[in-house]
Nanobody, 117 residues
């Protein structure tokens, strides 16, 4: 059974930073394709960042230069978020897929990020 549990969300002022973590079990983060998504109230889900087994990570244009996705040997996926803006306010989800598939198969419950002016 695959389990993804996000943490690290919270409230921060614009310009601040947060680091989200996604603790994973049932999969090996280092060899899986992982991503961070977010959904703001009244809006659709948006891909924020993704990381494959090989190659550079990918980022949405709205977060390039501010967010960094990474993973470690402890089976944890991270999202470092700097220079946060009010428009970054959303619930953030981590997700995993088999790298030979397109759709993300496994999802966490999400963690709320709120950025105030």
């Amino acid at each position: 059974q695959v389990l993804l549990v996000e943490s690290g969300g919270g409230s921060v002022q614009a310009g601040g930073s947060l680091r989200l973590s996604c603790a994973s079990s049932g999969i090996t983060v280092s060899t899986s394709c992982m991503g961070w998504f977010r959904q703001a109230p009244g809006k659709g889900r948006e891909g924020v960042a993704s990381i494959e087994r090989f190659g550079p990570p990918g980022y949405a244009d709205s977060v390039k230069g501010r967010f960094t996705i990474s993973k470690d040997n402890a089976n944890i996926l991270y999202l470092q978020m700097n220079s946060l803006k009010p428009e970054d306010t959303a619930k953030y989800y981590c997700a995993a897929r088999f790298c030979d598939e397109i759709e993300y198969r496994y999802w966490g419950q999400g963690t709320q990020v709120t950025v105030s002016t």
